[in-house]
């Protein structure tokens, strides 16, 4: 069975922190992509990254940088000095062949400012 | 880009109504069309896959009969909640899956159509 497992329910920071959002997934393919995408309070999704189970590079985008590592089934995403804007939930998925997207139940990030 | 658009963003209706959701690629062509349901603090949960021009396949627990999804054209994907109830409020999300010029097959997500069903 697939699953996407977001333990931390809630997060809150003070702005400038750096913030880890832990995403532990589970799937018996070979080949498969994983996403995070971030919902703001108007609802609508925001891609951030998606990245496919043979490329394991970390990946940094301005303050944003993910860390996929296969041996632990991992694929956490780091914001670097936290700013209030950044509050969301942040959903990572998954997707297999099926292309079906598999969804974490969200980190809910508070920033305070 | 990729734009995905739905109609309406938000209806409030009386239980008993039926509405109907559009989602549009607005720039793209679609031949799979995902809708998605998200109640208050809660996760994405699918509830089919379109395709065009054949009939949606629906997850284990969505009621077809009460989810009638319609997948006419290329562009053109509709959600219609027959005899909505209260329990059926929630967020109503659909994604178009394309194959851009020199970019991976992915989703693109619409912006939601928030129903109430009073």
């Known amino acids: 069975a697939q699953k996407v497992t977001q333990a931390q329910t809630e997060i809150s920071v003070v702005e400038k922190e750096d913030v880890t959002l832990d995403c532990v997934y589970e799937t018996r393919d070979t080949t498969y992509y994983l996403f995070w995408y971030k919902q703001p309070p108007s609802g609508e999704l925001v891609f951030l990254i998606r990245r496919n189970s043979f490329d394991e590079q970390n990946e940094i985008s301005g303050r944003y940088s993910w860390n996929f590592q296969k041996s632990t089934s991992s694929f956490n995403f780091t914001i670097t000095a936290s700013q209030v804007v950044d509050s969301a939930v942040y959903f990572c998925?998954?997707?297999?062949?099926?292309?079906?997207?598999?969804f974490g139940t969200g980190t809910r990030l508070k920033v305070l400012a | 880009g990729a734009v995905v658009s739905q109609h309406p963003s938000w209806v409030i209706c009386k239980s008993g109504t039926s509405v109907k959701i559009e989602c549009r690629s607005l720039?793209?062509?679609?031949?799979?069309m995902f809708w998605y349901r998200q109640f208050p603090k809660q996760s994405l949960m699918l509830m089919a896959t379109s395709n065009e021009g054949s009939k949606a396949t629906y997850e284990q627990g969505v009621e077809k009969d009460k989810f009638l999804i319609n997948h006419a054209s290329l562009t053109l994907s509709t959600l219609t909640v027959t005899s909505a109830h209260p329990e059926d409020s929630s967020f109503y999300i659909c994604?178009?899956?394309?194959?851009?010029?020199?970019?991976?097959?992915?989703?693109?997500f619409g912006p939601g159509t928030r129903l109430t069903v009073l």
């Open positions: 720039d793209f062509q679609a031949t799979t």
């Open positions: 994604s178009a899956r394309a194959f851009l010029a020199g970019g991976p097959d992915t989703q693109y």
């Open positions: 998925a998954l997707s297999l062949r099926t292309y079906k997207y598999i």
